[in-house]
């Protein structure tokens, strides 16, 4: 496989995807197999909507069941290519959407069991201020996947009165879960991985080989939320 972006602009074309996005997750999900059928999956910032259609044709059979939920604060349609009606979108600002409202999106309301954030701001081009800002939305990525419950235990500031917090604080993954954040490369995500890899069985990073050489956008992998 050519590492060109033209290559990867050409095949997506070709097989029917509406970005040349869609092989970075093919490539992610072939290494560490994120869904599985039957899943429950979550996508962020999900326009133009390739992801949807990589998360669905790994849905397995409609009779596995499984949903796909795609939130963006454009309105995206379903492409009608490779989704089924287990998938569809929600026009809403991720950052503004509390832990319950996304919890009210999943099957029967007990979350996910895969969240997947490809959210990534308008780039200025001031680089300081383009990775502050993917920090950002990776970290409520974070915080709706794993809840404040989680993140405070982990920093060793856990009270009684957070230990016996309402679901409010729990995250939206499930237990076993897994979580895929999309970053800019800089000082800050070195954090990500010190978050994340008490909370997870495993927390690897990725550069896909769909990313562009100019690119400075880096994939951050959790698996088997604890």
Not at 25 to 40: A, D, N, V
Not at 83 to 102: F, I, P, Y
Request: aromatic share 6%.
């Amino acid at each position: 496989m050519s590492g060109t972006p033209d290559f990867f602009y050409r095949e997506a074309q070709r097989l029917g995807y509406v970005a040349r996005s869609a092989f970075k997750l093919l490539q992610m999900q072939k290494q560490y197999k994120l869904i599985t059928p039957g899943s429950s999956v979550l996508d962020l910032g999900c326009a133009p909507g390739a992801w949807l259609q990589v998360a669905c044709q790994h849905l397995g059979p409609i009779g596995k069941g499984g949903v796909v939920v795609g939130i963006d604060i454009k309105k995206v349609k379903v492409p009608s290519m490779h989704c089924d009606g287990r998938v569809k979108t929600v026009s809403a600002d991720v950052m503004n959407l509390s832990r319950e409202q996304v919890r009210a999106l999943s099957p029967q309301q007990k979350g996910f069991s895969v969240i997947l954030s490809d959210m990534c701001p308008s780039v200025s081009g001031i680089t300081s201020r383009d990775a502050a800002l993917s920090a950002e939305l990776g970290m409520r990525a974070v915080d709706l996947a794993v809840g404040a419950t989680a993140l405070d235990q982990m920093n060793d500031n856990a009270s009684d009165e957070v230990q016996q917090s309402d679901s409010r604080d729990s995250g939206v993954l499930q237990p076993g879960g897994n979580l895929l954040i999309k970053l800019l490369e800089s000082e800050d995500v070195r954090e990500f991985i010190q978050i994340c890899k008490p909370l997870f069985r495993k927390a690897s990073w990725l550069r896909p080989k769909a990313t562009r050489s100019c690119s400075r956008e880096i994939y951050l992998i959790c698996q088997g939320l604890r």
